[in-house]
């Protein structure tokens, strides 16, 4: 276990829908990661949240937006879904997030079907 | 730009034998590296990371990876492969630029332990 929570496990959902995916990080991180994993694209970083401040984007959507709460946790929301969006979506964190020697811990992930 | 690759998408060894899974990585600066595990319906599991320092890295669960600067090479070895190995491995390098640290992950390799 890393200590790592996500909520829901799974997630089922009709097209054009929106969804909200819940990470808790290990205790004393600041920094909370999303990754999406999918069988054609494989696993890719989406964005970085480091004590509540955006850190980095990567291949994330206009139709999906997160943030960080004072409490540390992050919500991921994704919306007007499409089939495409069907995939497994992971968070992880870290103690900074700044070091790049840093490692990172993930979650069991959320797996979102969109129908 | 940061990636890395894992050449063999499936590698299958016999129980007991050793087993190398391959992943050769292309940065710019100091390469950090990390190996992932993931069992099936479960997150990501850290298993060792390079920084600097001695060229073998010994990580979780008996595995170690020999970094190779000529080579561009982080191979994960085990030298005595065990069922309860069998698992999709990821390897991943940092982000070296001042935007973000997030991780580029290879494609994946599937490993079979054959009893």
């Known amino acids: 276990d890393s200590g790592v929570t996500q909520t829901p496990k799974h997630l089922i959902t009709a097209t054009g829908q929106r969804v909200t995916l819940r990470c808790s990080p290990r205790s004393g991180d600041l920094s909370v990661y999303w990754y999406q994993q999918s069988l054609d694209q494989g696993l890719q970083f989406l964005i970085q949240y480091y004590n509540g401040e955006e850190r980095a984007k990567g291949n994330i959507l206009e139709r999906f937006s997160a943030q960080q709460f004072p409490d540390l946790h992050s919500e991921l929301n994704l919306s007007s879904l499409e089939l495409g969006d069907s995939a497994l979506y992971f968070c992880?964190?870290?103690?900074?997030?700044?070091?790049?020697?840093?490692?990172?811990?993930f979650g069991p992930g959320t797996r979102l079907t969109v129908l | 730009a940061q990636s890395v690759a894992q050449p063999e998408d499936q590698v299958n060894v016999a129980e007991g034998n050793p087993l190398t899974v391959k992943c050769t990585y292309s940065v710019s600066g100091n390469p950090y590296l990390f190996w992932y595990v993931q069992y099936p319906n479960r997150g990501l599991q850290f298993l060792l990371k390079?920084?600097?320092?001695?060229?073998l890295v010994k990580g979780s669960y008996g595995f170690e990876a020999e970094f190779n600067k000529s080579q561009t090479s982080f191979h994960l070895k085990k030298p005595s492969a065990l069922v309860s190995d069998s698992a999709l491995y990821f390897c991943?390098?940092?982000?070296?630029?001042?935007?973000?640290?997030?991780?580029?992950f290879g494609t994946g390799t599937s490993l079979t332990v054959i009893p």
């Open positions: 390079y920084i600097t320092g001695d060229n």
């Open positions: 992880a964190s870290s103690v900074q997030g700044l070091a790049r020697t840093d490692t990172q811990y």
């Open positions: 991943a390098v940092r982000d070296n630029t001042n935007t973000g640290n997030q991780f580029y």
